[in-house]
């Protein structure tokens, strides 16, 4: 969609509306600093000192919060431990050795061979998909949610379609709080930019738009299984 | 949306003898209040994220056409498209301008109030276009026709067998003696129908919490995943959002939204918290292919740089309504507009002009428990009592009003005539009263003690008091 001419007459108003009341002419040079400033220095809020723990007590936190939030959690040790994490759940509620995932390295690592027994697809998600198995960039401990970053490793849509979603996501990947985890994307994409989508996920779907009664799975997973490594 | 602020008081008058409608407010109302303060409880940091929340918004509403220059370069670097809509006429036909663009049929929505107050569907309708709300709420009042009655939780005021009624009325390819008594078999069913519509869209249409100047993004915050299914699944993703939503950094987005939830839905946090920037990038394989951000204005620059300015802050967490006795009696109808409860009541007169909005600002008892709550603590009494300033300025309250105010003013302006009547007055109620001291019944007040007895002054008025005690000290 071109901007055209109507568009910048459009901007112009409403730009011109909202510097008129703020009685300013607009490009002044003072202005311009103050908001230059604190988009470099990016001040932090208060940040809520429940997550500034050392690592094994935010782990704790993490799963706390996760499944205060319904997701369902655990632990393992080792990558090995994954898949046979996956097929526990896969059995524990009934469902299919069928998955989704993406074309993330680690998840692509892992032991398939020795699980010839669950059927997987790499792409993104179809309606029809019952169970995605996703990898999180990042964890934040102060409230059990999962940071996901959108792209050929893991589609957004994984997030989303299937009925169960389980996520895989590294202890050392869980931080305290989002800044945290701000500062750490940053490092991997560079300054203020971002992927397609940054996914917040804390527990699985949910509405309590019915009499108010809180049901899970409305429109995305009604289950959400985070596996926490190492 | 229709208006209907004018008849307000006859909205109101319907509303309270509803009993159905009562009891859905009314249990709706003590659950979401328990729920904040058992999650705010939790959380000793809550009243210093309130106050840098409130600062946030100040500061940025303060350079916001440079923040709008700052967001305008990195979303556009990002592959985004920005329109500016002076007015709620403007932002229609820009969407219906994508939408046409992009030979859309099917269009799914996410929640938006800003699509509420421009009367989006309505246009697309009119157009030749399908819109499909997927928020569950949404989806209820939109298949009644209705407009919701709370800006979080739309169909707050209908009972599960309402919405029974309504799921089989319009899902006729569904078989008709189908069980609907427990709430889970209609989400489930909803989830059904949804998903086609879903699949199917061809432009999806969502709402922003928030844009972020540093990175060129939006933010939505939902609980079900429906905005995110809108935005993911078709070739276009449209945001559709108002000037007031920016904020300057990640950092800042993260402040708020310690505090959204928590004062929403009383969650530690919704469970999804998306950050859109830009189209589908090279390698993507799913995510839209365009993306574009429509900024609605529709009066609200107006409001920067005076006392009214307070109220862009808002970032529409419901709070102030689920604590408002006037909302918990009468519920969002009544109100007549898009926005209700305290919120409403100083945004509406602002939208849609003091005279055909009047009703609200004078429709609460300031009593206050609005601005205890709200996370970006605006003075909502004091926003409330500056419209009623104004309509009394302007000569649009009631003859009535006025007379009073007259009369009130006559006898405050002239200390020996005041004092008389009031001594005169406490006496006489204090007579009135009798040995239980309380009024039950007062002339001009019948709609007061209906509810509750007056206690009776004891006698004699504070400045006779103040007079006698001063005397004996000296």
Known sequence: ?230 | MKVTTQSFVDNAREALSDARLGEAIRFAGRGSVARRQAVVDRLPEFDALRDAARDIKTHTLQYLDVYYEQYEAKMREAGGHLHFAPTAQDACDIVLDICRKAGAKNVTKGKSMITEEIGLNAYLEAHGLNPVETDLGEYIVQIRDEGPSHIITPAIHLTPEQVAEDFRRVHTDLPADRDLSEAVTMVHEARAVLRERFLAADVGITGANFLIAETGSSVIVTNEGNGDLTQSLPRVHVVVTSIEKMVPTLEDVSVLLRVLARSATGQELSVYTTFSTGPRRENDGDGPQDYHVVVLDNGRSAMLGGEQSEMLRCIKCGACMNHCPVYQSVGGHAYGWVYPGPMGAVLDPQLLGIEAAGHLPNASTLCGRCEEICPVRIPLPRLMRNWRTEQHERGLDSARARLALVLWLALARRPRLYQAATRIAARLLALLGGKTRRLGRLPLAGGWTAHRDLPAPEGRSFHSQWRAQRDKRQ
């Open chain 1, 1 to 230: 969609m071109s901007g055209g001419k109507s568009d910048n007459k459009a901007r112009e108003r409403v730009l011109g509306a909202v510097r008129r009341a703020l009685g300013v002419r607009g490009g002044e040079n003072a202005r311009l600093a103050i908001v230059r400033g604190r988009l470099e220095n990016r001040p932090r809020g208060p940040v809520p000192a429940r997550g500034n723990l050392a690592a094994p007590g935010r782990v704790r936190l993490f799963m706390q919060m996760a499944a205060g939030a319904d997701a369902t959690t655990e632990r393992v040790k080792r990558n090995e431990d994954i898949l046979p994490a996956v097929e526990k759940f896969l059995a524990a509620h009934d469902l299919r050795h069928e998955l989704v995932h993406g074309a993330d390295a680690f998840i692509a690592a892992l032991d398939w061979g020795g699980h010839k027994n669950i059927r997987r697809r790499e792409g993104v998600a179809r309606g029809s998909d019952e169970v995605s198995l996703t990898r999180a960039f990042a964890g934040v401990a102060e409230t059990g949610t999962l940071v996901m970053l959108s792209g050929p490793d893991n589609p957004v849509t994984l997030n989303f379609l299937p009925f169960s979603q389980i996520a895989i996501v590294e202890a050392g990947d869980i931080a305290g709080d989002y800044e945290t985890v701000w500062q750490r994307l940053r490092q991997h994409l560079g300054d203020g930019t971002m992927p397609r989508t940054v996914n917040w996920i804390t527990g699985p779907s949910r509405t309590a738009d019915i009499g108010q009664m809180l049901l899970l799975g409305a429109h995305g997973p009604a289950r959400l299984h985070i596996i926490v490594v190492g």
